[in-house]
């Protein structure tokens, strides 16, 4: 299997230097100064919930006269040199996380100065009782808006440091060869069935069985694009899609530069045994994106706006811009039956228009109790938006039941792409955070109580990783096996395989 060298180039120096400078656990201080001060560590782990599985939680230390440190965590002793950072053996990680299943762990950090040692105010770091699914898949794409190239799709397990490509396009631009990949999408949390778009050259949805793939084309005269935001039937071989025509502008002296909008968006269904599609929703009032299944897959969930201006077609785009903070989304959704593949009347679930607000990617809890979703100020396309928190609904069986923002898993930066693992105690989603620019992934417990607890940044085996790693993480997926089809059958469908035009049917 390929590795993905090309996105890893800036972190191979600091590899180097961790290996050079990383140490043996040192012994816990007998003699040492007590301070009011918390350690300035990074990421910040301090009373975070975290899975009795995930990855050792490695930290950098920062304090300006240190020459080296200890962090002591429960039984577990892991030592740094003057960078800072530590390097938690795995085999030990694992034995504390296991004796500390449901419990607390406290965290002390120790810094020696020429003074001596001193030792900061402890913190807990709290492990759940319930493991979160094994892997995530992401998007790794640069932040810019015009071209794409090396970009792909990964998957991280999440119990260790190992990421495995699932596709990655072409390293150089080309015209020729340059495609965009988006969208990945697994049925029911397993890698089992999956699909991906391909965008420009190449382009087409592929559709992944087991180790087999292969490309279809979604296009009819009566659908606006190619589909879109897919959401996978957890059990029968359908997917719903969107089909958008989307544009996008620039602010001359907004704060948030760009705006991503959609001019028109309907609803599809797709048959995969029959490589048929069908409009769900089609209006040329309203605009229908972010389709998901409820669990059941007795329901659909989706985002929902009136367009805002009723103008001519050549004129329509202009206008959209004008009116880019009129656009507001309420989520509804719509009754399915299985049986006759049938869908009945539309419902309101969430009333964000009315608030002046507008929401984005619908996603309900394995258990069917909540609605998660995010919620901004106008649009959907929250990535670019610093109002775009987390919020959630308890579903009641009229959609009457209060909506409630997750604040403990909220900042002031865009929080947008989130997934839910397949137990429904937590919640992967994307946040700019740390620096504003750049997406990264986040994990939030969510207990049994509807209540988020704070959020942890991915763990890498060096801290410095999200850093350096000039990418946005984007689309994390969880789900509970790894992906079995190979880099090179992939590259084989998209580059050597023409797409198989999907039949339309009324």
Not at 124 to 144: F, K, N, Q, W
Not at 234 to 244: E, I, K, Q, R
Not at 287 to 311: I, K, M, N, Q, S
Not at 368 to 373: A, D, E, T
């Amino acid at each position: 299997m390929r590795k993905a060298i090309f996105i890893r180039m800036a972190l191979i120096v600091a590899t180097m230097a961790m290996a050079c400078c990383s140490r043996k656990p040192s012994s816990v201080p007998t003699t040492f100064t007590e301070l009011a001060d918390s350690a300035a560590i990074f990421p910040d782990y301090s009373d975070v919930t975290i899975p009795p599985n995930i990855a050792p939680l490695n930290v950098k230390v920062s304090d300006a006269s240190a020459t080296e440190y200890v962090v002591e965590m429960g039984d577990l002793i892991a030592g740094a040199a003057k960078d800072g950072k530590t390097d938690i053996d795995t085999t030990a990680w694992r034995q504390l996380l296991g004796q500390n299943r449901g419990k607390d762990i406290a965290v002390r950090v120790y810094a020696h100065r020429p003074g001596g040692w001193v030792r900061f105010v402890p913190f807990t770091i709290h492990v759940a009782a319930e493991d979160i699914d094994g892997y995530l898949s992401y998007r790794l794409i640069e932040p810019g808006y015009e071209l794409y190239r090396q970009l792909g799709l990964y998957q991280r397990n999440l119990t260790n440091f190992n990421e495995a490509v699932i596709y990655e396009n072409n390293r150089d631009f080309s015209d020729d060869d340059n495609h965009c990949v988006n969208c990945h999408n697994f049925q029911n949390y397993d890698t089992e069935h999956m699909l991906f778009h391909v965008r420009a050259a190449h382009g087409g949805t592929v559709v992944v069985d087991g180790n087999e793939a292969h490309k279809i084309a979604i296009k009819h005269d009566s659908i606006l694009a190619a589909g879109v935001y897919p959401s996978w039937h957890p059990t029968l071989p359908l997917v719903a899609f969107s089909t958008n025509n989307t544009g996008q502008v620039f602010h001359m002296y907004h704060k948030e530069k760009i705006e991503v909008l959609d001019v028109a968006s309907d609803l599809l269904l797709y048959d995969v045994e029959n490589n048929s599609v069908r409009h769900i929703l089609r209006s040329d009032k309203y605009l229908e994106t972010f389709p998901c299944w409820a669990p059941d897959g007795r329901r659909l969930f989706y985002c929902r706006a009136v367009r805002p201006v009723d103008d001519l077609p050549e004129n329509m785009p202009m206008q959209m811009a004008i009116h880019y903070d009129s656009l507001l989304y309420d989520i509804y959704s719509i009754p399915f039956d299985p049986d006759t593949r049938s869908f009945g009347e539309p419902r309101l679930e969430v009333d964000a228009s009315s608030q002046g607000r507008s929401t984005s990617v619908p996603r309900v809890s394995p258990d069917g109790r909540y609605l998660l979703y995010t919620l901004g100020n106008y649009g959907q396309f929250h990535i670019w938006h610093n109002s775009a928190d987390l919020w959630a609904k308890k579903i009641g069986d009229e959609g009457t039941e209060e909506c409630f923002p997750l604040a403990a898993a909220n900042s002031d930066k865009a929080e947008s792409y989130h997934s839910w693992s397949s137990n429904g105690r937590w919640i992967a989603f994307v946040s700019r955070r740390l620096d504003a620019a750049y997406s990264r992934v986040f994990i939030a417990y969510f207990d049994r109580d509807g209540r988020a607890h704070k959020p942890f940044l991915l763990p890498q085996r060096d801290p410095d990783h999200n850093t350096l790693l000039l990418k946005s993480y984007n689309v994390p997926e969880l789900t509970k096996s790894a992906v079995r089809i190979s880099v090179e059958r992939l590259n084989h469908v998209v580059y050597h395989t023409e797409a198989e035009r999907a039949s339309y049917t009324e």
